[in-house]
């Protein structure tokens, strides 16, 4: 039997992996407190007991997606573009309309802002730790480029290609790719 403790936590990974599921699928503004009761098979008090609000749950939830991502993205064999972009996309394509929706609500909604500066900050240290081998030595310069490798890679550069453009995702790993290489070209002819 399990322990309180054990039902707690397994109420609250419900309810995160609901609302986590229901901003996949939709923008913040739209995901009531109700559906995410209804998703995760508990009350509406339920909920609000967990998290406080729909802001609270859905922090909760963005919080899993970034472990999940963080958990992937150790899967990616350094120094390989290909993979790196492959992996990237993969993501993006899985979560990449909710992570641009989550920004967005990042500045309406004061909480949700030091969850996408963290997110930007995890971003910036898998790319160091991706392509460590390929960044130039002295500080200033590694970090030139791992800016750079970040506008190259970030999720908005995906939704450019893959959503205001239309463009097939083979298209879009290619060309993420082809900016990956050319940062890390530039550093080696530096």
Known sequence: MATRAEQVAATRASISGATLELLLEHDLADVTLAAIAERSGV???????HFESKEGAA????????????SERERITPGDVTSAVHHLVAQYERSG???VRAAMAAERLESFAPLLDEARLGHQADLERIFADHLPADPGARMRA???LHAATDVYTW?????????????TERILADLVDGVLRHREEA
């Open 97 to 99: 309309d909710a992570n």
């Open 43 to 49: 009350s509406h008090q339920t909920v609000l007991n």
């Open 59 to 70: 922090r909760a939830a963005f919080e899993r997606l970034r472990d999940e991502v963080g």
């Open 159 to 171: 939704k450019l290609l893959r959503r205001d453009l239309g463009l097939s995702r083979a298209v």
């Open 146 to 148: 791992v800016y750079a």
